[in-house]
């Protein structure tokens, strides 16, 4: 089937069986592999991406609902110097980075969470984080890390 969508700004065209997943299609025939596969089933968030400007688990859709779709994966999210944004910088400043199975979600759902909401509470930002799961940094410098960056973007806008 061909499939075509822009991933992190690039126009790509993938011929795909119908019956595989987004998250297939951006680890197998686009060697993007920041998304991981951690359960499946929609339950823990390592497979999240934003697609169309909602965060969606990659893993529960299927390739060809992407037809036509902006999706935006982790290699996507970078400073304009290829390093890392404000946000990866503050996870790695705030301890939020630990095994890194899910941090390439937490990062994704801390952008869609800005990208609709440029001062979120910390009640917010839990709540953004919810159906991500992770079992090394307890989510308090997660948490820590969103809040820093919601300031400071903030900040540079006035």
Do not use: W
Not at 50 to 59: E, K
Not at 79 to 108: K, R, S, T
Request: charged share 20%; aromatic share 4%; with cysteine.
């Amino acid at each position: 089937m061909h499939i075509q969508l822009t991933v992190n700004d690039e126009f790509v065209t993938v011929e795909a069986p119908p019956d595989i997943t987004l998250l297939d299609l951006l680890r197998d025939y686009l060697n993007l592999t920041g998304a991981k596969e951690g359960c499946a089933i929609g339950e823990c968030g390592a497979c999240a991406v934003i697609m169309d400007g909602r965060l969606v688990n990659s893993c529960l859709v299927l390739a060809p609902q992407a037809d036509g779709s902006q999706v935006v994966t982790i290699e996507g999210v970078r400073a304009d110097d290829g390093g890392p944004n404000d946000l990866q910088q503050n996870f790695i400043d705030y301890g939020g980075v630990q095994c890194g199975i899910c941090i390439p979600g937490m990062i994704m759902a801390g952008e869609a969470l800005l990208m609709q909401n440029a001062a979120p509470t910390r009640e917010q930002i839990r709540l953004a984080l919810a159906g991500n799961l992770c079992r090394c940094t307890g989510y308090q410098q997660i948490v820590d890390a969103i809040e820093a960056t919601a300031k400071q973007r903030r900040g540079k806008q006035q």
